[in-house]
């Protein structure tokens, strides 16, 4: 059961262009997401969150945009860069309960391979 | 800078073998990880603890893994016996976690396992 999907596996861009990497979840009950970039042979890093009060937020070139009646996020890079190249995760996390099991766990999809061509 | 550090970074092995892989959290994080990656499912978590008590275990095969944090310096992932279906990067992770808030992990590096 894949709470969160990214359904693009790779996108290729052009330098300077922009870059659009999606992602859809199915629990409702999300009330942050995150995104984390990855180079080869190195752990995820993390690049940018959104609430999911929220319908975007903006970190220099990175901005997310959060659609909760869709249950779909963006992740938009402007201009795009050829060391932008790497694995981009989408995570989500479900309310954290003192209590739970859910205590700050993050649900991640599958990853979009972005190339950036110079 | 803090960092995850995970050991070891490469590990072959042949199949039935014990495969022991490490991991020293962040000083202070109260939360630690343990996600695999593979090509289908993507970062499939496998275990956590909170203040090194272990929450959900649930993503992992019973019978052949274990994940233990003997204290608040080291988190071990165990599989015994190892099958080439076990190959893979894992991934540990460390976070402070807040009721309130974004929650951001810190990733190690990652050890790549391969079982022949």
């Known amino acids: 059961d894949q709470q969160v999907k990214q359904n693009s596996p790779s996108l290729s861009v052009q330098e300077g262009r922009i870059s659009i990497l999606n992602c859809d979840y199915t629990n409702s009950m999300f009330d942050y997401f995150l995104w984390y970039k990855k180079y080869p042979a190195e752990g995820p890093t993390f690049l940018i969150s959104i609430s999911s009060i929220k319908d975007k937020n903006e970190d220099g070139r990175f901005t997310v945009f959060l659609n909760k009646s869709a249950k779909h996020l963006s992740l938009h890079i402007v201009p795009s860069q050829p060391g932008d190249s790497a694995v981009y995760f989408c995570?989500?996390?479900?309310?954290?309960?003192?209590?739970?099991?859910?205590?700050?766990?993050?649900?991640f999809g599958q990853g979009t391979i972005l190339t950036v061509h110079p | 800078d803090a960092r995850v550090t995970q050991t070891p970074r490469h590990k072959v092995t042949e199949m039935g073998q014990e495969v022991t892989m490490r991991c020293q959290p962040i000083?202070?994080?109260?939360?630690v990880f343990w996600y695999r990656q593979t090509m289908m499912q993507g970062l499939e978590l496998l275990a956590y603890?909170?203040?090194?008590?272990?929450?959900?275990d649930s993503g992992m095969p019973k019978d052949r893994f274990s994940a233990e944090m003997p204290d608040a310096t080291l988190a071990t992932l165990k599989i015994q016996p190892s099958e080439p279906r076990d190959s893979a990067v894992y991934f540990c992770?460390?976070?402070?976690?807040?009721?309130?808030?974004?929650?951001?992990?810190?990733f190690g590096a990652g050890s790549r396992l391969t079982v022949l």
């Open positions: 603890f909170r203040n090194r008590a272990p929450l959900d």
């Open positions: 995570a989500a996390r479900a309310p954290t309960n003192a209590g739970g099991t859910s205590y700050g766990k993050l649900t």
């Open positions: 992770a460390s976070g402070l976690v807040r009721l309130s808030g974004a929650n951001v992990l810190t």
């Open positions: 000083l202070g994080h109260n939360t």
